[in-house]
Antibody, heavy 127, light 108 residues
Framework: EVQVVESGGDLVQPGRSLRLSCTAS????????MSWVRQAPGKGLEWVSF??????????EYAASVKGRFTISRDDSKSLAYLQMNSLKTEDTAVYYC??????????????????WGKGTTVTVSS | EIVMTQSPVTLSVSPGDRATLSCRAS??????LAWYQQKPGQAPRLLIY???TRATGIPARFSGSGSGTEFTLTISSLQSEDFAVYYC??????????FGQGTKLEIK
């Protein structure tokens, strides 16, 4: 079964750090880009971060709201993706989802969508 | 940043009827548009990508259409399990990937 499972969510104080993990199974992890998407309580979906496959350069992208504070990474040997979150703010409180991101190629452009989602892990930032 | 606007915010439909959900992009996203379904307490699930391609295992009563800036998700003959929140998302001009605010489909 193709799945991703998030872990690492916790209650932390503002200004502290936390690392989330995403464990993939049922597919060749290294062939795919991965993203983190979050959902604040009672709110909609917000994309957070993205990492390409090694074959596509392994480069990363971030939402403006987390750039400079969050770092996405991957360990293909362990089928793991990570989200290192530093200098946490109360507005980072959310359920964090990991997604698998396949792509289509159109006229040389790569277009990624999110086809597999984990159940999420909850991050609460509060004093 | 491309802004995605969904309408209506809430849609009340009777089981067995058709539901039509709309999504508008602030600029063209070609056909790089996905739809997701989210039920309470669950993760989102991909329904449609490429504006009109159903994801694996998605019933044929779900269909997507549109291109450019105007998109529609149609659910024919609503089943009880279809009542949920639906999000559109563009992946044409990124970062950032952007989602609509969601349409809640409720039982009339």
């Amino acid at each position: 079964e193709v799945q991703v499972v998030e872990s690492g969510g916790d209650l932390v104080q503002p200004g502290r750090s936390l690392r989330l993990s995403c464990t993939a199974s049922g597919f060749t992890f290294g062939d795919y880009a991965m993203s983190w998407v979050r959902q604040a309580p009672g709110k909609g979906l917000e994309w957070v971060s993205f990492i390409r496959s090694k074959a596509s350069g392994g480069t990363t992208e971030y939402a403006a709201s987390v750039k400079g504070r969050f770092t996405i990474s991957r360990d293909d040997s362990k089928s793991l993706a990570y989200l290192q979150m530093n200098s946490l703010k109360t507005e980072d409180t959310a359920v964090y989802y990991c997604t698998r991101d396949p792509f289509t190629v159109v006229r040389g452009g790569y277009y990624y969508y999110m086809d597999v989602w984990g159940k999420g892990t909850t991050v609460t930032v509060s004093s | 940043e491309i802004v995605m606007t969904q309408s209506p915010v809430t849609l009340s439909v009777s089981p067995g009827d058709r539901a039509t959900l709309s999504c508008r992009a602030s600029q063209s996203v070609n056909s790089n548009l996905a739809w997701y379904q989210q039920k309470p307490g669950q993760a989102p699930r991909l329904l449609i990508y490429g504006a009109s391609t159903r994801a694996t295992g998605i019933p044929a009563r779900f269909s997507g259409s549109g291109s450019g800036t105007e998109f529609t998700l149609t659910i024919s003959s609503l089943q009880s399990e279809d009542f949920a929140v639906y999000y559109c998302q563009q992946y044409n001009n990124w970062p950032p990937f952007t989602f609509g605010q969601g349409t809640k489909l409720e039982i009339k």
